[in-house]
């Protein structure tokens, strides 16, 4: 499985921004997909996650994720994406989008170590 993810850039605080996350490649093993991100001199952080299985809508959120970012699905393109509303420059962050085969407990998606495939980030840098 290959993760390709886009839609990255500079943005001043209280923008937005769609980030794009195709899948290619095996698709149909994936059971959800989700985005991290990592800013300079930190670790890798969990943002947001959602099934990709046509019989699972479950959505999962960071707290600082909640209200302000949304992460939906294409089914057709293999696709997810993250809408990320009112942006703030702590939101700045290389943003990771990343895959799963079996569905993760909700206590660990989070844990970045439990994810099968990862693309190879876009920068997101918002300006105060």
């Known amino acids: 499985v290959q993760l390709q993810a886009s839609g990255g850039g500079l943005v001043q605080a209280g923008g937005s921004l769609r980030l794009s996350c195709a899948a290619s490649g095996g698709t149909g093993s994936l059971s959800f997909m989700g985005w991290f991100r990592q800013a300079p001199g930190k670790e890798r952080e969990f943002v947001a996650a959602?099934?990709?299985?046509?019989?699972?809508?479950?959505?999962w959120y960071d707290d600082s994720a909640k209200g302000r970012f949304t992460i939906s699905r294409d089914s057709a393109k293999n696709t997810v994406y993250l809408q990320m509303n009112s942006l703030k420059p702590e939101d700045t962050a290389v943003y990771y989008c990343?895959?799963?085969?079996?569905?993760?407990?909700?206590?660990?998606?989070?844990?970045?170590?439990?994810?099968?495939?990862w693309g190879q980030g876009t920068q997101v840098t918002v300006s105060s």
């Open positions: 959602r099934s990709v299985a046509w019989n699972d809508g479950s959505t």
């Open positions: 990343a895959a799963r085969r079996v569905r993760p407990a909700r206590s660990s998606v989070s844990d970045a170590s439990i994810w099968n495939y």
